[in-house]
């Protein structure tokens, strides 16, 4: 999500060029009627000329002599060199910029053909010129000129450009409308204010179409203009992004009144971005993001709207009439909001055409997410309960809306998730509403979240605790009386604790009925005190009619200490509620199960009202007093006896052929070698900035280009050195210089020669962040064959950064970051290392022990790889401590995202190896469209560095949102990754457009050796709607409960091949997982699991090796497996 931000810090460094255009008909010569006897004074152009007598830069020095402002017409004959009679255009060629507008009112007014299309253009003559032309005074005009080629077409600059017009220009796109790029269309910077851009088409432009710009920029109006498409808005002509905000403020972009709208589409990355702390109270209103300009077809952006980077209090949509935009079309996602607070999103269309009745998709171009909040986004309100303020977030091919990583605080309120406008009608997203990554203190009120393919609502992984889901009407139509169903309405998975489904007030109440699978599903160990009170589930709003789930509530696999009481569960067309494999001290009490609310009307459940599995836990049923009402069910209570499963994974076997595991030896450490021919530049003091600092030292290098290095010799006598640690710190008042250089070497194990230290094996100079005040401590931009080496990076928002498609070679080794210089604690980052934005051929560690990366700690993600392509992570910790045995968690390990493409994680040779245990979500994370081609292989994911013991991650892998074509594992010479121990799922594939991906050669719940379990919960979990994805020639043995499950509707074509499910590596010996080999469930179809003698698995004897639900066996395909015994592989 950061693409194209380095565009926005160029901008605050390099003022630009704002305009206000519009123009006449134009006539047989460039000439229109004077304004008349007594007109203010005019000045005419007269000639193409770049300049001299009656050239438009004449025309522009005497408009700012004159007096009262003048008028500026163009009286040019079809004689002058400059016009093309094809196309009826005259071209000025600029070898240098106009002279700046700095009078007030002048019109500067250009004529225009009978289609309206600019008759005058101003080209660049050569690469590098800085404007085409820049309004620095008030109450000026600008209409009707073409402008290409420039580095900025027009810029308003400074606080006396004020009042300003620009309109019906073309900006960056020829009077044909081919692409003339500038680098930006227009910006306005430096405290431009109150102007208005109207009826412009600003396309074409490389990095951007219009940038406002730095503080104090502010009350401007953008109105009516194409951005990113042809004219008429039906075609798409890219900028990189469309309109950016950075540190600009009041601004509006669009507006409620007829026509005032944009049609902000076709852009390549992003819509609109709104960035930095001062970017705030700024409105977008009546616009059409990523559709064309009927508001029906898809002309998509990458991304719709991003607001980032402590952007606060903006507002996108509303409630007055005419103040909705249509976000849909877009292909990541529709909004996207990250470390910001306060926004607020009312009002809007997002995923549906202008009507509000139709998805906004195209063959197979799919929108994917709706709403993100991402990265301690807080505060931000999606929706709204009074009359307009409701959002439509409906038709995403993954997520409506979605929140990662610490958000907290944030409100969804009133929308319709998954149906049309009417809320009548299904228009699914894949899931409604995910709540992830340690998202906290969420409310989720008064919602419609019906229709979608997978679940209503997701709440998943540890950490996601204390949200609230109030009030909201989940598989039902907007009067809660008819079924709109998603799948399953309520899943709470994998650790997400102590969340509050419901309340004790009847305006809490959830409605959760007409589900195709379960009302409410609690599952997965550690998922423990959610506490699900008051609802409706099974029956409709008025709690008198029944309106089933397929089952009202299942408390499953491990879930622990969950409270369910004081809900209807009745209606519901198998049981009522459901308590098996594992779930144990739950309290389930005061509820009504089978009856209305009052407990006398029959509203029975199909089958049973409560049914008790046999491995279920202890649980509680009943209190003095608070006992459940159970009635009118064919079955009231059920238990099936208790059994202890006769083999189970958490009884590993012995370990005999395993020897004791080497003691772990710190790699020593000694300084690079620097050649001679290299520039050397001394860091001699631990202050940030001046004679002798780093700061110095990096503009230093910067500048000296060609082969250089930084090597630190600070004496003990400096301020920032530390005897009880043998360590100096740098504390940073403000983001360094960034790295431009190429070929340089930054090498903090240089500061061992200056003084013996206590530590030799580890970094000793600490590079601090001051609490996350700082955004980086190098950020490498553009720079290559770059070493960074032998620092403790903490307590940034991001610990180093590599960006830009020149960003290639560098190398990031023997650092830690995200611990402190013992390694033993925490001292966060909140991203480790990012690699971004076309960055390419980098290596994050070594082959080399001492080129180990220890990158554990951090808030967020340890690595992220973000739209950046060929870069190897190797050789690192990440997760752990430096003795590689002990977590010190990142929330997720290594993350993949945003188009990044042939990355490679770990490798099959010496040294390779990462180990990425004991995060507290993902070990490795695959996410997004366009991740493709990504290989994870040779890496333990889940154990300590030894592959004998777990440090579990919540799931060793991760794939999802669309990554498609990527490798896990492999077949060649240490290429299989030990994935185990981990509390979920080793291998996890889910969601719709997640396809194609191979899981091959790989041990999974297995110690390294192949012969002990180390068990996952599942070894390979696949759901959501994934598809023909690869299971293949893995070890899937000793896991808690499954080797592999698939489920859900539309997760189909899966293979499963040439797998040993509960053996040894030799296939010899059982090592079963605790309950079944394989299992299918939900409503997958047209998988394969074994299908030919050349395919098949060999499947060990569990207490079910083969597990498919009985409506699913005809469409699955199960065939040629070997290894299970009579009875023990029969389908149920």
């Known amino acids: 999500m950061n693409r194209g931000v380095t565009g926005v810090i160029a901008v605050l460094s390099a003022l630009a060029v704002l305009e206000t255009m519009r123009s006449f008909a134009g006539a047989a010569y460039a000439a229109q009627a004077d304004s008349g006897p007594g007109a203010r004074p005019t000045v005419l152009v007269q000639n193409t000329a770049a300049g001299g007598e009656g050239s438009l830069a004449e025309a522009i020095r005497r408009a700012n002599s004159a007096r009262n402002g003048a008028l500026v017409l163009f009286r040019i004959p079809r004689s002058d060199p400059g016009f093309d009679a094809r196309c009826g255009t005259w071209t000025i060629r600029l070898a240098e910029p106009l002279p700046p507008i700095t009078a007030d009112g002048i019109d500067l007014d250009a004529p225009r053909s009978e289609k309206g299309r600019p008759q005058v253009v101003l080209a660049a003559a050569r690469e590098g010129i800085e404007y085409a032309l820049c309004l620095a005074g008030g109450s000026n005009r600008v209409c009707g000129l073409s402008i290409g080629g420039f580095k900025h077409g027009i810029v308003l600059y400074g606080p006396g450009s004020t009042h300003n017009r620009v309109e019906h220009n073309f900006v960056g796109l020829s009077p044909q409308e081919t692409p003339t790029p500038n680098d930006i269309g227009i910006v306005l910077s430096d405290g431009a204010s109150n102007n208005i851009l109207d009826g412009n088409t600003i396309s074409g432009n490389r990095s951007m179409g219009v940038c406002f710009a730095s503080r104090g920029t502010a009350g401007n109006i953008l109105r009516a203009c194409r951005i990113g498409c042809d004219a008429d808005g039906l075609r798409p002509v890219p900028n990189g992004m469309g309109v950016v905000l950075a540190r600009a403020s009041d601004t509006t972009i669009g507006g409620a009144g007829r026509g005032d709208g944009n049609v902000i589409s076709g852009n390549s990355d992003i819509g609109i971005l709104m960035v930095g702390k001062w970017t705030s109270g700024n409105r977008v209103l009546g616009n059409l993001i990523g559709v064309d300009a009927t508001g029906s077809r898809l002309l998509h952006n990458d991304k719709g709207i991003v607001i980032k980077s402590l952007a606060h209090g903006n507002f996108i949509g509303g409630s007055e009439p005419g103040a909705r935009n249509i976000i849909s079309g877009n292909l990541q996602i529709g909004i996207y909001i990250e470390a910001s607070d306060e926004n607020v999103i009312a009002g809007n269309y997002i995923g549906t055409d202008a009507t509000g009745t139709r998805a906004v998709v195209e063959g197979s171009l799919q929108q994917g997410n709706g709403v993100e909040f991402n990265t301690l986004a807080k505060n931000n309100v999606l929706g709204g309960m009074r009359p307009g303020q409701r959002n439509v977030i409906s038709g995403h091919k993954v997520y409506g809306v979605v929140y990662y990583g610490h958000c907290e605080r944030n409100r969804t309120l009133g929308n319709y998730i998954g149906t049309d406008a009417a809320g009548r009608s299904a228009l699914p997203n894949a899931t409604g509403i995910c709540v992830d990554c340690a998202s906290h203190h969420n409310d989720i009120a008064g919602n419609l979240i019906s229709g979608n393919l997978n679940y209503g609502l997701f709440f998943v992984t540890r950490g996601t605790e204390h949200n609230t889901l109030r009030g909201n009407l989940i598989g039902t139509d907007a009067g809660g009386t008819t079924a709109i169903p998603n799948d399953i309405g309520l899943v709470i998975s994998t650790g997400a604790s102590e969340n509050v489904v419901g309340g004790g007030r009847a305006e809490d109440r959830n409605v959760i009925s007409g589900n195709r699978q379960s009302g409410i599903m609690i599952t997965n160990r550690f998922t423990r005190a959610n506490r699900v009170e008051g609802n409706y589930i099974g029956v409709d709003a008025s709690g008198t009619r029944a309106l089933g789930n397929k089952h009202g509530v299942i408390l499953a696999t491990f879930p622990e200490a969950n409270v369910v009481t004081g809900n209807v569960i009745s209606g519901n067309r198998t049981a009522g509620l459901i308590v098996s494999e594992h779930a144990r001290d ?3 009490i005061r509820n009504w199960i089978g009856t209305d609310v009052s407990g006398s009307r029959n509203l029975a459940n199909a089958q049973a009202g409560v049914f008790v599995g046999e491995r279920a836990g202890p649980n509680t049923f009943a209190l003095p007093g608070q006992e459940n009402v159970i009635k009118f069910n064919p079955v009231g209570f059920h238990s099936v006896p208790q059994t202890q499963p006769a083999t189970s994974a958490q009884q590993p076997a012995s370990r005999p052929h395993l020897p004791a595991p080497k003691r772990f030896e710190p790699p020593s450490v000694t300084p690079m070698a ?43 006598s400096d301020p920032g050195y530390d005897p009880s640690s043998s360590t100096w710190t740098i504390r940073y008042g403000d983001t360094p210089v960034p790295i431009t250089a190429t070929d340089l070497i930054i090498d903090g194990y240089s500061q061992h020669q200056e003084a013996a230290t206590r530590n030799p094996t580890s970094p000793c100079i600490v590079l601090n962040g001051g609490k996350h005040s700082v955004e980086a401590a190098f950020v490498l931009l553009g720079a290559a064959r770059v070493t960074i080496r032998g620092f403790v990076i903490n307590e940034f928002v991001y610990g180093i950064q590599i960006w830009g498609n020149a960003a290639r070679g560098n190398r990031i080794v023997g650092n830690y970051i995200g611990i402190d210089p013992t390694g033993s604690r925490s001292a966060p980052n909140y991203n480790g290392i990012e690699i971004l934005s076309g960055a390419a051929d980098n290596t994050i560690g070594g ?15 340890g690595i992220r790889i973000s739209d950046a392509h060929g870069n190897r992570i190797v050789g690192n910790f990440v997760g752990l401590d430096p003795g590689g045995t002990r977590s010190v968690p990142n929330y997720d390990g290594v993350c993949v995202e945003g188009r990044a493409r042939a990355n490679r994680i770990g490798g099959g040779g010496p040294g390779e190896r990462n180990v990425i245990s004991g995060n507290v979500a993902y070990g490795v994370d695959l996410f997004g469209a366009g991740v493709q081609e990504n290989t994870v292989s040779g890496n333990f994911l889940g154990t300590d560095w030894t592959g004998t013991t777990a440090v579990p991650n919540t799931y060793g892998v991760l794939l999802d949102d669309r990554a498609s074509r990527n490798t896990i594992g492999g077949t060649g010479p240490g290429e299989w990754n030990l994935i185990s121990g981990n509390t979920a799922f080793g291998a996890y594939i889910y969601n719709n457009g997640t396809n194609s991906n191979v899981v091959r050669g790989n041990r999974i719940g297995t110690d390294v050796s192949g012969t002990t379990a180390i068990p996952n919960e599942t070894g390979v ?39 040993l499910i509960g ?29 030919s003698p050349e395919t098949g698995n060999l499947i060990a004897p569990h207490q079910q090796s083969i597990d498919i639900d009985r409506e699913l066996r005809a469409s699955n395909r199960v065939s040629d497996n070997t290894g299970t015994v009579p009875g023990q592989n029969a389908l149920r």
């Open 847 to 861: 082959v080399d022990p001492q080129d180990r990366n220890v990158v554990s700690g951090n808030l967020h993600i």
């Open 1021 to 1059: 979990h696949i759901d959501g709607g994934a598809c023909a994805n690869v299971v293949d020639q893995n070890v899937i043995s000793g896991n808690l409960v499954a080797g592999i499950t698939i489920f859900a509707p539309y997760t189909d074509r899966n293979l499963i091949t040439r797998n």
């Open 586 to 588: 739950n309290l389930i």
């Open 674 to 716: 620097i050649e001679r021919s290299r520039k050397l530049f001394t860091v001699i003091t631990t202050q940030d900035g001046g004679p002798g600092s780093l700061r110095q030292a990096i503009e230093q290098a910067n500048r000296a280009g060609g082969p250089s290095a930084i090597v630190f010799r600070i004496p003990k």
């Open 1063 to 1091: 053996t040894t590596l030799n296939g010899r010996r059982p090592l079963p997982n605790g309950e079944v080999g394989v299992r299918i469930a939900f409503g997958p179809k047209d998988n394969v699991v074994g299908g």
